[in-house]
């Protein structure tokens, strides 16, 4: 199914509370810190990089609602998920630093879950079931949801790779400066319990982590 382009005006939609006291993980490049938003840098991803309307970067902030969710949106993600054999190189995993985050201020989400998505007339297989040819079609939405409300600090829905857990893209213009604090960080290199878990993760889904 295509991705249709946003349409203008944007519609009214529906939001979602990200409560303070909310923890988030995220897995990440260990160079930066776990609060840190990417300003628009690596390929391309269901929504970034985004761009203002001025064609400046929107500096974005992937997040998920459990550390196996968080797993299967970073280092499992580009994994096809009907291949006959599915292998992760132990580096991709070992090169990767997970941060738990604690939200001290709520913030509000534009959410893409069902319902929510028909009320603009749009569905999950259109914005969030979609293959990765479909990201530069998904990246305009995430645009024109930024662009339709001021006060819409991300985008909420339920994981395509790892339900029903949420996953969550935060604009970094829209979160207040401290709303986002670093409570854990573990760089996956130095810990044998978590590599094993994100084995174990993998083990789920019939991926195995190679040498």
Not at 95 to 108: D, G, P
Request: glycine share 6%.
């Amino acid at each position: 199914m295509t991705t249709p382009p946003p349409p203008e005006p944007f519609p009214e939609f529906n939001t979602w509370r990200l409560a303070t006291g909310t923890e988030l993980v995220r897995v990440h490049d260990p160079a930066f810190d776990g609060a840190a938003f990417n300003p628009c840098l690596g390929g391309p991803t269901r929504f970034a990089p985004l761009r203002q309307p001025s064609g400046d970067c929107l500096p974005t902030l992937y997040a998920a609602e459990t550390l196996e969710c968080a797993v299967h949106e970073s280092i499992f993600h580009d994994l096809p998920f009907d291949a006959p054999d599915k292998f992760v190189p132990r580096q991709k995993v070992t090169s990767r630093a997970i941060s738990w985050l604690t939200v001290t201020a709520e913030l509000r989400l534009a959410s893409l879950h069902e319902p929510d998505l028909n009320r603009i007339g749009r569905t999950r297989a259109e914005l969030v079931d979609t293959a990765p040819s479909a990201y530069p079609h998904t990246a305009r939405w995430g645009e024109a949801f930024h662009r339709a409300a001021p006060d819409v600090a991300g985008l909420v829905w339920t994981s395509r790779r790892c339900d029903p857990a949420r996953a969550y893209v935060l604009f970094e213009d829209r979160v207040p400066p401290g709303a986002l604090v670093v409570r854990e960080r573990v760089d996956v290199a130095g810990s044998a319990a978590h590599l094993a878990q994100i084995r174990a993760f993998g083990r789920r889904a019939s991926i195995t982590i190679t040498l």
